[in-house]
């Protein structure tokens, strides 16, 4: 068993409204400071047997067709 | 003339879909998103709602659906199809348009009667509307902010691929686009509501109707 990471995080240039909103309400709650926030997603994928570079291949397979949108968001994979 | 529409679970204007085709004097047949064949259908609308929930990205599950892989390949070969709101999002994660719609920039859900311009009326959907004709139908999402990159917005518009824009954009979209099309114009998507417009008695008037006429005159 081994767990793998997918990191999902909205491009840099895309408008992250979510992060808006966090960043908004940080100064309220009394926490300065704070210049950007941007929101992502985390997936932690269980895999069986070992981790090789196929498996891993096979994970960033996975995180273009289905976890992430190319089109408005970056991912990056690790192992942990 | 059979029009398929598609009820993925948590699609909610289906129902208003199949309306609106009977209404344009076509033969409504509704899919369900388990289903392997079209059932002989010429043309195919993907309806609103939250399909899936909206899990993980809207229309991000509903785009690996077993008809999906139909609508694809019919999309492939010529058959109209048309993504409204939650459709149009699926078109996209689909890869059948391109672009994205993200959340809305004002974070809020928008309910509201929305102005537009139809800028392409050559499409297998916009062909009973005057070029630059200003319509009003209903707007209603969440993430409705159309998003691409710089070169991708060049090429749609230089390629009179924006269907439609907003008079008064109401949720960020960028260069104020509320649908686009493929390169065929076979495939359109249209983040309002068409299908909410068209009778007098309930929604903002009947302007959305020409969608579903539009759509006889192709298959014609």
Redo the contacts between chains.
């Keep these: 068993m081994a767990r793998v990471v997918v990191d999902v995080m909205p491009k840099p240039e895309i408008l992250d409204p979510q992060g808006k909103a966090v960043q908004g309400a940080l100064p309220r709650l009394g926490f300065t400071g704070v210049t950007d926030v941007r929101q992502g997603k985390r997936f932690e994928l269980e895999l069986d047997g070992e981790i090789t570079d196929e498996r891993i291949a096979e994970v960033r397979r996975m995180a273009q067709t289905l976890l992430s949108n190319p089109v408005i968001e970056d991912f990056s994979v690790s192992v942990l | 003339m059979k029009i398929g529409v598609v009820t993925f679970p948590g699609s909610l204007d289906d129902a208003d879909a199949v309306r609106a085709v009977r209404h344009a004097g076509a033969e409504a047949v509704s899919l369900w998103h388990g289903d392997g064949d079209l059932r002989g259908v010429d043309a195919v609308v993907l309806p609103g709602g939250f399909s899936y929930g909206d899990y ?2 809207c229309g ?1 599950i509903a785009r ?1 659906a077993p008809v999906m892989a139909e609508v694809i390949d019919a999309a492939g070969r010529g058959m109209p199809v048309l993504g409204i709101c939650n459709g149009f999002q699926i078109l ?2 689909s890869h059948l348009l ?3 719609l ?6 809020k859900f928008g309910c509201l009667d929305q102005r537009l311009r139809i800028e392409n009326n050559r499409t297998a959907w916009t062909s009973q509307y005057d070029e630059g004709a200003e319509i009003t139908i209903v707007l209603k999402n969440g993430e409705g ?1 159309f ?3 710089a070169e991708t917005l060049d090429r749609l518009e230089g390629e009179g691929r924006v269907v439609a824009r907003y008079l008064g954009n109401p949720n ?1 979209s960028l260069r104020d686009i509320a649908g686009v099309t493929n390169e065929a114009g076979n495939v359109v998507g249209l983040m309002p509501h068409p299908e909410h417009a068209i009778e007098d008695l309930c929604g903002p008037g009947v302007d959305g109707i020409g969608f579903f006429t539009s759509v006889l005159h192709a298959l014609v």
């Design positions: 993980l990205r991000a690996f996209c994660e391109p672009g994205a993200i959340r809305n920039d004002h974070r902010s998003v691409a990159d960020g």
